[in-house]
């Protein structure tokens, strides 16, 4: 079952930055900067966090991911021009 996902990053080298933003781009929706939404399921999830792992360097990064269930959802507070995606994007490729 997929769950949605807030994921935030900071990072100071500018390559891993963008690799790690690409990566979470292949998996989600960039919401601000350094926050992305992801829908995914668990294998998905542990996917991406591995394939992060590879980039990051531990001693200096850092990547939080929050899980948000059914009622952290409902209850997400929206403040100027910040919306709340109800159905996850997809995406088509033709």
């Known amino acids: 079952m997929a769950l949605t996902y807030v994921i ?5 080298d500018d390559h891993r930055r963008s690799r790690v933003a690409a990566t979470l781009q ?3 929706d960039r919401i601000q ?4 939404l992801a829908t995914v ?5 542990a996917e991406v966090r591995q394939r992060i792992d590879a980039i990051i360097n531990p001693a200096t990064d ?7 269930c059914a009622a952290c959802w409902d209850a997400v ?16 490729v033709f």
């Open 8 to 12: 935030a990053y900071d990072i100071s």
């Open 26 to 28: 292949a998996y989600g």
């Open 33 to 36: 900067r350094s926050v992305f």
């Open 41 to 45: 399921d668990d294998g998905q999830l």
């Open 62 to 68: 850092s990547v939080y991911v929050f899980r948000q």
């Open 77 to 92: 507070g929206i403040h100027g021009q910040a919306t709340v995606v109800d159905e996850p994007l997809c995406w088509t």
